[in-house]
């Protein structure tokens, strides 16, 4: 199943995606209402939702259908990468999130990976989620160079202490 508000993109998943002989689309939807009742009727067991649409909220939308249904795999399908829509993502329940400016290729791989189970996150996408663990990675190990005085004064100063 596909959601996505612009039926050009939906159209270019759906041929993609039956070229490979792999996938038959048993429903096109263009919000998240839609998505959520297409999935409910249909069962299907894969879905490819746009992370930006209107009416319901995709990722509410997405948790909504793994409650559900939770065997149903879920790819998110975005114009924006941003971290906000990453983690949103995954906490609804997503198995792999797919950058709209990767390749074809990557959105049929990350379709192949959660129908073996697996998660899946775009060569964009895995960039950016690597990008913010080296940032915390490099945040923590510095929060680590400190001494033990070091800390309590800092923790003093992040609840609002004077230095009195």
Same mark, same amino acid.
């Given at each position: 199943?596909? +959601? =996505? =508000?612009?039926?050009?993109v939906r159209l270019g998943i759906r041929s993609l995606l039956e070229a490979t002989g792999r996938y038959e689309m048993v429903a096109s939807v263009a919000n998240g209402e839609a998505a959520r009742d297409a999935v409910f009727e249909t069962t299907a067991p894969l879905v490819v939702l746009d992370s930006d649409m209107p009416g319901l909220d995709p990722f509410c939308a997405s948790a909504e259908i793994k409650r559900r249904l939770p065997a149903t795999g879920i790819v998110f399908f975005a114009h924006a990468v941003q971290d906000g829509a990453i983690d949103a993502a995954m906490r609804a329940g997503a198995s792999a999130f797919v950058a709209k +400016? =990767? /390749? +074809? /290729?990557d959105l049929v791989t990350a379709l192949d /990976?959660?129908?073996e189970g697996k998660t899946h996150f775009s060569p964009i996408v895995s960039r950016r989620v690597d990008a913010r663990s080296d940032r915390s990675a490099e945040h923590v190990s510095r929060v680590n160079l400190l001494t033990g005085r070091e800390r309590e004064v800092l923790v003093h100063i992040a609840k609002g202490y004077s230095k009195k």
């Open positions: 199943m596909i +959601a =996505d =508000d612009h039926e050009i +400016a =990767d /390749s +074809a /290729s /990976s959660v129908r």
